[in-house]
């Protein structure tokens, strides 16, 4: 089984500061057990995650939804219980039995979420030898073009959008 993360921050570097993480665990025909939670945004920063301006600017230019789901401060919680949540999420789908766990950008979405668990002294719940690009994959197939997903830049849309697009690239081999 792979794992397709997404997620929504307010950087572009490592240590940026995670607002939601989307996921959706698939093979090369089904879309399974999917994950979503909003990460409360303070709680991001106090664990010592850095927000870009330029980012912040980049947001306010976003479709009203995307904002939304990220602003939302009920459904938002720390950082700490996203990341356990999420593990837990790995483990009870798929256990240690993970073929790739992928993200768009061989320096993004797996890494940050991984420095986030670094910085909280947590582990991620995959080894690092276990990450996939799904950016990569994409430019390697540019015939095949994605659907669009339902809330461009909402982190589970994404991940599914990217999943189905992925499963598309694979039926070409």
Sequence with gaps: MHIMIDLET??????AAIVSIGA??????????????????QSAIDSGAT???????????????ARLAI??????QPIREVLG???????????????GVWGNGAAFDNVVLA?????LGMEPPWPYWLD???RTMKNLHPTVRPDHTVTPHNALD?????ALHLQRMWRLY
């Design 115 to 119: 420095e986030s668990y670094r910085r």
């Design 71 to 76: 602003s939302d401060p009920h459904s938002a």
């Design 24 to 41: 959706v665990i698939f093979d090369e025909h089904t879309l399974r057990d999917q994950f979503y939670a909003n990460v409360n945004l």
């Design 158 to 162: 994404d991940a599914v959008t990217q």
């Design 85 to 99: 949540d999420f593990d837990s999420y790995v483990r009870r789908t798929v256990g240690y039995d993970i073929d």
């Design 10 to 15: 307010m950087g572009t570097r490592p240590s």
């Design 132 to 134: 996939r690009c799904y």
């Design 51 to 65: 927000v870009s301006g330029a980012t912040v600017m980049w947001w306010l230019k976003q479709h009203d939804d």
